[in-house]
């Protein structure tokens, strides 16, 4: 079910829908495109709010638009000097100690897994030592962080139909 758009009447006043009523009374465009155009002046000030509020409202931005988001949200983007900002990852509830592990650091440590069982199948397990050995040199990581990965994933590995 899509979310009906509310009549321009109802938004309350926020600095975005005070500029997009505005443009819409010069009639340059129409609202479609005076909202995305809104929407990229804050994303490239830095600013997703707009964005995020239009998008709530039932807003489908343009291309454009989401070429801008995509620009702003890619840490690995070039410089470029029509996008002086970019969005950093910041959980919003940080727990104390150490940072958990992000999907790609996850999925490393399932590949090692996966390595060291299907060497472990192949010379058997009284290889297991010269196993973690050759993994953590091939792979480029520690002895102790390829074991530990073994041992957090070698139960996924071995039932991956379990969960």
Not at 43 to 56: I, Q, S, T
Not at 102 to 118: H, T, V, Y
Request: charged letters at 30%.
């Amino acid at each position: 079910m899509t979310k009906s758009k509310p009549d321009n009447n109802d938004f309350p006043d926020l600095p975005w829908t005070i500029e997009q009523d505005l443009l819409d009374q010069v009639e340059l465009a129409s609202t479609e495109k005076i909202i995305d155009l809104v929407i990229a002046r804050y994303l490239m000030a830095g600013d997703p709010r707009p964005f995020c509020w239009w998008v709530e409202q039932g807003h489908r931005p343009s291309d454009a638009v989401l070429k801008v988001l995509a620009h702003t949200l890619n840490p690995d983007a070039t410089k470029d000097e029509r996008f002086p900002y970019y969005f950093e990852r910041k959980q919003r509830f940080p727990k104390k100690g150490r940072e958990q592990k992000g999907p790609e650091q996850k999925l490393r440590d399932i590949l090692i897994a996966l390595c060291i069982q299907k060497r472990l199948q192949d010379n058997g397990p009284g290889s297991y030592d010269a196993t973690i050995k050759d993994i953590a040199n091939w792979v480029g990581v520690s002895e102790a962080l390829t074991k530990q990965a073994y041992d957090t994933y070698k139960d996924a590995v071995a039932n991956p139909t379990n969960d």
